[in-house]
């Protein structure tokens, strides 16, 4: 059984920068696809971003070139830069692959205001 567990959110002011982190238990190899996804109140779930065998990469068009997704092992990290208020969201880690369930963490609050 895979848990994840994100850490990381809380409240920037616009402009600002937060690093979301999400830790897997149990066997998470390089075949799963990681990423982060987000959901705004009133608004439906929408990917960020997807990680792919550790290394490819595809970003949201609202985020690309403010947002950085990076993996080591059983973490995969959220780099957010210059933040916006429409970032604001419970932003959620999810593992994945062909032919499986995928595993999401619990979500952790990002709130981007002055």
């Known amino acids: 059984q895979v848990q994840l567990v994100e850490s990381g959110g809380g409240l920037v002011q616009p402009g600002g920068s937060l690093r979301l982190s999400c830790v897997a238990s149990?066997?998470?190899?390089?075949?799963?696809?990681m990423g982060w996804y987000r959901q705004a109140p009133g608004k439906q779930r929408e990917r960020v971003g997807t990680?792919?065998?550790?290394?490819r990469t595809n970003y949201a068009v609202s985020v690309k070139g403010r947002f950085t997704i990076s993996r080591t092992r059983n973490t995969v990290d959220l780099q957010m830069n210059s933040l916006k208020p429409e970032d604001t969201a419970v932003y959620y880690c999810?593992?994945?692959?062909?032919?499986?369930?995928?595993?999401w963490g619990q979500g952790t609050q990002v709130t981007v205001s002055s």
């Open positions: 999810y593992a994945s692959h062909p032919g499986a369930s995928a595993y």
């Open positions: 149990g066997n998470i190899g390089s075949h799963y696809a």
């Open positions: 990680i792919i065998s550790g290394v």
